[in-house]
């Protein structure tokens, strides 16, 4: 069983920031250096939805509503998965995942606990 441990989470206030971090377990099913990684999120009442991805090659790509104000990037030495959040808004509110992508973006690893943000306003 895989566990994605995702943490730094927090109550900060609109236009704050934050940084996330996600350790992935050493596993058999994968080297972590070859993996594409995503931060995803869930606001209450919603779907979750993709934030961002890094590539192994280091590639990154953001969905409109983060970009320009998220970074991704990950430290495969540590396998570990981070996510930069500056200028927040109270519509980042949500539980933020990370998890592992295949190449439709389609999540692989169960879901671990996840990281609250909570950006007042």
């Known amino acids: 069983q895989v566990h994605l441990v995702e943490s730094g989470g927090g109550l900060v206030q609109a236009g704050g920031s934050l940084r996330l971090s996600c350790k992935t377990p050493?596993?058999?099913?994968?080297?972590?250096?070859?993996?594409?990684m995503a931060w995803y999120r869930q606001a209450p009442g919603k779907q979750r939805e993709l934030v961002a991805v890094?590539?192994?090659?280091?590639?990154?790509t953001y969905s409109d509503s983060v970009k320009g104000r998220f970074t991704i990037s990950r430290d495969n030495g540590k396998r570990m998965v981070y996510l930069q959040m500056n200028s927040l808004k109270s519509e980042d509110t949500a539980v933020y995942y990370c998890?592992?992508?295949?190449?439709?973006?389609?999540?692989?690893?169960?879901w671990g606990q996840g990281t609250q943000v909570t950006v007042s306003s």
């Open positions: 890094i590539s192994s090659g280091f590639t990154t």
């Open positions: 998890n592992r992508v295949n190449v439709e973006n389609t999540a692989l690893y169960p």
């Open positions: 050493r596993t058999i099913l994968s080297v972590f250096r070859a993996d594409d």
